[in-house]
Structure formats: C-alpha cells, structure tokens
C-alpha cells in the first residue's frame, strides 16, 4: 500500500506558503491527509492564524487539518500529526521546504519500491546556493543538510513503525537529533532505512548573525544521544563529531588564564590566555577561509567564534547533568 499523508510542524514562518504551494502543485496522487501542526505556544496558534498559507493549498485545503502543538518542540509536533493519520506511510516535511514540480509521483514511486522490512525512505534534499562568491558559514551548515541521513525536511515513516517505536522522543526539543535517534532505534529493531528518488529543495533562509550561537544548544541534545545510544552513537549515524572537544579546551584555557591572573601568578596567565587566543584564532581562521570574507561575514565570524566555544562547552555541560538519569533506550522498551 502506497497511500500516504503528510505531516509538516509549523512556527507559521513566512516560509510555510511556499512549500503549501509547492505541494499543491507536485503531479501524481495527492496525500490522503495534509496535518499541519501549529508549534506556537499561546491563543494565537491554530487555522486562523494560518489563512493565508492555507489558501495557496486550492483542492487539497479539504483534506488538511490544523492541530495545536503547544510550543512543545519539533518532536512532539510530529508526534501530534501521526496520531491524526490513518494512511499506511506518513511523510514528514518542514516548513521551509519546497517540495519538487513531481513530488508526489516520485513519492509513490519510492513507497511502491520499498521492501516489507523498508520502514522509512528518505528524500534527496538539494541546497540552492549563491553562484559568483564563496557560501557563507550560515549557508554552508544548510547546505550540509544534503548529505545529512534520515532528516525529516523529507523523511516518509511506514506509520505501523512509527508507532511501534514510539514515535519521537519529547526529550529532544529542538530541531537537532531527533530525527537520528528514531532512526537508530528503528534501525537497531531490524528495520531499513533507505533513500529514494523525490527531490525536495531547502532554501537557505534568512539569519541573523548570531545564529551559529544559537545553534550551540544542540550540544545538550549530543550529550542525551550518548545517554540513549552509548558513546558510538557518532560512528552510527555517520554524524560529523564537531568541536565539541576543542571547544572545551578553549574554554578551559580562557577560564584558566582569568582565575591565574586573579592569583596573581602573571607568566602562568599568560601563557593560558595564550592558548586560548590560538585555539580561538584557528576556530575563527576554520570558518572565515572557505566563505565570502566579506567585512560583515568575517565581523561575525570573529564574534561568534570568541563565544562559541563557552557557549558549546556549557550547553553540553548541562545537557550531560540533565540527561544524566535518562535510560538508554534499550532499557525503556524492556
């Protein structure tokens, strides 16, 4: 069975029109049921707030609904949709995506194709990019979504399988490992995962210069993977590692050298300041040398990249103290 719906969780950003209208007007079988989660907390989520989006919809507006999550996160977003659907697969898509003119042909495509023990199948996710200078950091992280595993700006689930593991894992209240760790647990039960044909673009949308700091928080998430799937989760899920070790390190030197010369004792300050300027200058040098060096890009990279590093360090601190109690997954479903 190939019927399918689609579930797509929502802030109501400016994006979400034009991957309504992108769906719209893919060719092939239009999805049984189109479940729109409004993840905005408070009164002013729900179908009114969302009019005009739903308008580029034409014939399908019929067969979408509108739930509330209640600001609770991406996961539970989704989780919110699959308990609203019925058809065999669920597919999930983000909000800031624009799926391609055949979607929904080659979605079919893919289910049809999939084997009995195939509990999801994958988009390829394609990043337009700038032509006539180097991405920016901001645009290359998007950028690295096209070669990311199992991530749900495209990801169609058998729905039995999604509610066989339990869905997404509410712990994870960002848009960052969510989606690896049901993947894991699906796959470690004795399901496949594989990639299909449909294309679907993911635009780099517009960012203030601070998001890269932003983004830090998902090192708390990294310290509940740990928790959940041992300290080989990285190798697993073929995730790059990160920074998160020199980003200690930095930090360190930098607490180092405040506490030294508070103490009084000069050369031993100096020489931690020191390594900590080196370690934030090579940190800083990794991210301007591929972009732009525009004035602003390099600007907010020296910025960013002094902040990080505290910022990466304590995120992963404190997610390592919240989560230090969370069974691995395993143990939950004994």
Known sequence: MTGYAVVIPTLARGTLADCLAALAAAT???PERIVLVDDRPGPDAGPEALEHPLSVLGDLRERTVVLRGGGRGPAAARN????????PWTAFLDDDVQVGPHWCDQLVRDLAEAAPDTAGVQGVITVPLPGGRPPTDWERGTAGLARARWITADMAYRTDALKQAGGFDERFERAFR????LALRLLDAGWRIRRGRRTTRHPVRPASRWVSLEQQRGNADDALMRRLHGPGWW???????GRIRAHAAITAAGAAALVLAAAGRRRAAAAAALGWAAGTAEFAWARIAPGPRTRDEVTTMLATSVLIPPAATWHRLSGTWRHRAAPAWREVAA
């Not at 919110?80 to 058809?87: F, I, L, N, P, Q």
């Not at 969510?178 to 760790?181: F, L, R």
């Not at 190798?235 to 590692?241: L, M």
């Open 28 to 30: 092939g079988p239009p």
């Open 235 to 241: 190798a697993k899920a073929t995730a790059p590692r």
């Open 178 to 181: 969510e989606d690896a760790d």
């Open 80 to 87: 919110t949709g699959v308990r609203a659907v019925t058809a």
